[in-house]
């Protein structure tokens, strides 16, 4: 049975967001509109991102595609975010969701450099995704704060973040511009990605009142996704100030894989730390991707000099460190090592060592020292 696949519209909004969260066990008003207010809008731009399957006139079947523009240092990565993928109970098992992913990765090629999205490790390697990357996480309680530090932080005050503090939210999205790493939100959409996955945004100010950073936080304030501010020192302020509001509760900090100064701060007093894989990855444009990294990665910590081949199926790259720069380019030299496309996912952006991953020949061992790379998953660009 051929089925036709469209691209959904404003007036199809109300039907998409009850299949979805019917699919998901969502219950309003905490569906989809309320988990991704930037994204779950009822516009045609918006709505026709979702690719949809209708039996008997309704809709069974949605994948959505959202188009992001991450900077990576001086490079900016054009991403496909997948998400909401979903087919109603009525029609589950009837090959729905892989006709629409076909489609929706077809599509994607080409247009995008690096595709993510949630879900099940195996179901997505089908269509060529790999958990993979890396989200440092330190668990900080009151005890490691009394002992690691003998004076108190300076006094910051936290305030909500809502839209209608402009002046504040301009300043929030200044500091998080600086990052190396940084997902492009438009100003008017700021807040909105903030409350993605139901986080709360606040503010923190210093003692004259002056925005000094903000952070988002889940898990009714235990858990912190997205921390920034002005420097390192006020980010551990900021944190030691939100661990004196939760009376006793651990709190667990998420950080970026660029924020290596903030990471080395954290693992000072905190209690535990861990690396957790990002997200599922695809790479569609190796080489733009791997080039952007490796030159951040050697900004923030300089890397030793070599030069690697690895021939990852889709595409054959040089790997390079030499006179102060990084570089990833095509060649059609020898490769020092072969690997699947698949493998080369972790073998690069880890979680693990690439040792960890695979035997690594001779000619292929700087990649220990250069890896994994700095490809981390933020909830506030979440899909």
Same mark, same amino acid.
């Given at each position: 049975?051929?089925?036709?696949?469209?691209?959904?519209?404003?007036?199809?909004?109300?039907?998409?967001?009850?299949?979805?969260?019917?699919?998901?066990?969502?219950?309003?008003?905490?569906?989809?509109?309320?988990?991704?207010?930037?994204?779950?809008?009822?516009?045609?731009?918006?709505?026709?991102?979702?690719?949809?399957?209708?039996?008997?006139?309704?809709?069974?079947?949605?994948?959505?595609?959202?188009?992001?523009?991450?900077?990576?240092?001086?490079?900016?990565?054009?991403?496909?975010?997948?998400?909401?993928?979903?087919?109603?109970?009525?029609?589950?098992?009837?090959?729905?969701?892989?006709?629409?992913?076909?489609?929706?990765?077809?599509?994607?090629?080409?247009?995008?450099?690096?595709?993510?999205?949630?879900?099940?490790?195996?179901?997505?390697?089908?269509?060529?995704?790999?958990?993979?990357?890396?989200?440092?996480?330190?668990?900080?309680?009151?005890?490691?704060?009394?002992?690691?530090?003998?004076?108190?932080?300076?006094?910051?005050?936290?305030?909500?973040?809502?839209?209608?503090?402009?002046?504040?939210?301009?300043?929030?999205?200044?500091?998080?511009?600086?990052?190396?790493?940084?997902?492009?939100?438009?100003?008017?959409?700021?807040?909105?990605?903030?409350?993605?996955?139901?986080?709360?945004?606040?503010? &923190?100010?210093?003692?004259?009142?002056? !925005?000094?950073?903000?952070?988002? %936080?889940? $898990?009714?304030? /235990? +858990?912190?996704?997205? @921390?920034?501010?002005?420097?390192?020192?006020?980010?551990?302020?900021?944190?030691?100030?939100?661990?004196?509001?939760?009376?006793?509760?651990?709190?667990?900090?998420?950080?970026?894989?660029?924020?290596?100064?903030?990471?080395?701060?954290?693992?000072?007093?905190?209690?535990?730390?861990?690396?957790?894989?990002?997200?599922?990855?695809?790479?569609?444009?190796?080489?733009?991707?791997?080039?952007?990294?490796?030159?951040?990665?050697?900004?923030?910590?300089?890397?030793?000099?070599?030069?690697?081949?690895?021939?990852?199926?889709?595409?054959?790259?040089?790997?390079?460190?030499?006179?102060?720069?990084?570089?990833?380019?095509?060649?059609?030299?020898?490769?020092?090592?072969?690997?699947?496309?698949?493998? &080369?996912?972790?073998?690069?952006?880890? !979680?693990?060592?690439?040792?960890? %991953?695979? $035997?690594?020949? /001779? +000619?292929?061992?700087? @990649?220990?020292?250069?890896?994994?790379?700095?490809?981390?998953?933020?909830?506030?660009?979440?899909?």
């Amino acid at each position: 049975m051929s089925e036709t696949i469209e691209r959904l519209r404003a007036v199809d909004f109300a039907e998409a967001m009850e299949v979805m969260d019917t699919s998901f066990g969502f219950d309003p008003p905490t569906g989809f509109p309320m988990i991704h207010p930037a994204i779950y809008r009822p516009t045609d731009e918006w709505m026709r991102c979702n690719y949809a399957i209708r039996r008997g006139g309704r809709i069974a079947a949605v994948v959505g595609v959202y188009s992001r523009v991450t900077a990576v240092g001086e490079t900016e990565w054009r991403v496909a975010g997948v998400g909401g993928v979903c087919v109603h109970p009525d029609h589950r098992r009837s090959g729905l969701m892989k006709l629409l992913m076909d489609r929706a990765v077809e599509d994607m090629q080409g247009d995008a450099h690096i595709s993510f999205l949630g879900g099940q490790r195996q179901r997505y390697a089908y269509w060529g995704y790999e958990k993979c990357g890396m989200n440092p996480v330190f668990n900080v309680r009151e005890s490691n704060l009394r002992h690691a530090f003998d004076a108190p932080p300076s006094t910051i005050k936290f305030e909500p973040l809502g839209e209608h503090y402009s002046d504040r939210v301009e300043a929030c999205k200044a500091f998080y511009d600086q990052r190396p790493i940084h997902g492009v939100r438009p100003l008017e959409d700021f807040v909105k990605h903030l409350l993605t996955w139901r986080h709360e945004p606040w503010v &923190a100010l210093d003692e004259d009142g002056i !925005p000094v950073g903000y952070l988002t %936080v889940a $898990d009714k304030g /235990s +858990g912190i996704a997205e @921390l920034v501010g002005v420097s390192d020192d006020v980010r551990v302020d900021m944190v030691r100030a939100w661990v004196g509001r939760k009376e006793g509760r651990a709190l667990g900090v998420r950080l970026q894989p660029d924020d290596i100064s903030l990471i080395r701060l954290l693992g000072t007093f905190c209690e535990s730390g861990r690396i957790e894989p990002a997200c599922n990855w695809r790479i569609l444009d190796w080489p733009v991707v791997v080039d952007a990294l490796m030159k951040v990665k050697h900004e923030l910590t300089p890397l030793a000099e070599g030069h690697v081949v690895i021939d990852v199926t889709e595409a054959r790259l040089a790997l390079t460190v030499s006179g102060g720069e990084a570089s990833c380019t095509e060649t059609d030299e020898e490769a020092d090592l072969t690997v699947p496309a698949l493998d &080369a996912h972790r073998l690069l952006f880890g !979680p693990q060592a690439p040792s960890l %991953v695979m $035997d690594l020949p /001779s +000619g292929a061992q700087s @990649l220990d020292g250069w890896c994994p790379l700095p490809l981390g998953y933020a909830h506030p660009d979440g899909v």
